[in-house]
């Protein structure tokens, strides 16, 4: 059973605009979200977290939501560049396993010049 | 020094075969984890090492022996496996603790024929 969902499987934006990603979860012990950006060949590199005392983090062009009574979060990027096409990952953790991390099946981010 | 890496980068073995995987951080990180990933999909846990010691084994099958020799080492050892088995395999390192990103390496393109 996929405790983190990654409902769209792609998502393709123009340059310029504002990419949001979604991601829901079902455990409510979570409480530590991450976003992961992933190129082919390559491992996820860490774009952003939130914990669960939070409902908005920034850092730079990417702002990452969280709402905890829909256990929704969301990644929105503005303003979309051509680099940022890659797969997105979101990623969870709970207070009883802080070690372990469940992932979202991921997007796949395009952005059209 | 924040990087883990891994080698070899590319690996083919036959089914009778025995070779290992290699990781390396060097940023003080007590947690090292080994997943497995196919195309299009998330990372699959494998195996989660905490203080040097297995503190998650995710019924991964004996063919995959782990082993951490000490906090900045981390071995995957494969023994008789099966194409099925081939796929991405990423090493990846934290701060243990509630809060804090994993670092992933590049990972081994293992191909299993």
């Known amino acids: 059973d996929q405790q983190v969902k990654q409902n769209s499987p792609s998502l393709s934006v123009q340059e310029g605009r504002i990419s949001i990603l979604n991601c829901d979860y079902t455990?409510?012990?979570?409480?530590?979200f991450l976003w992961y950006k992933k190129y082919p060949a390559e491992g996820p590199t860490f774009l952003i977290s939130i914990s669960s005392i939070k409902d908005k983090n920034e850092d730079g062009r990417f702002t990452v939501f969280l709402n905890k009574s829909a256990k929704h979060l969301s990644l929105h990027i503005v303003p979309s560049q051509p680099g940022d096409s890659a797969v997105y990952f979101c990623?969870?953790?709970?207070?009883?396993?802080?070690?372990?991390?469940?992932f979202g099946s991921g997007t796949k981010l395009n952005v059209k010049p | 020094d924040t990087e883990v890496t891994q080698t070899p980068k590319h690996l083919v073995m036959g089914m009778t075969n025995k070779k290992s995987l290699k990781c390396e951080q060097h940023m003080g990180h007590r947690a090292m984890y080994w997943y497995k990933q196919k195309a299009k999909k998330p990372p699959e846990l494998m195996f989660v090492?905490?203080?040097?010691?297995?503190?998650i084994n995710e019924s991964v099958p004996s063919r995959f022996s782990p082993e951490c020799p000490n906090s900045s080492l981390l071995n995957l050892h494969l023994h008789a496996l099966q194409p099925e088995d081939s796929a991405l395999y990423l090493c990846?390192?934290?701060?243990?603790?509630?809060?804090?990103?994993?670092?992933f390496g590049p990972g081994t393109r293992l191909t299993v024929t």
């Open positions: 455990n409510s012990m979570f409480d530590y």
């Open positions: 090492y905490s203080y040097e010691k297995l503190s």
């Open positions: 990623a969870a953790s709970g207070v009883y396993n802080f070690n372990k991390f469940y």
């Open positions: 990846a390192s934290r701060l243990t603790g509630p809060q804090g990103e994993q670092y």
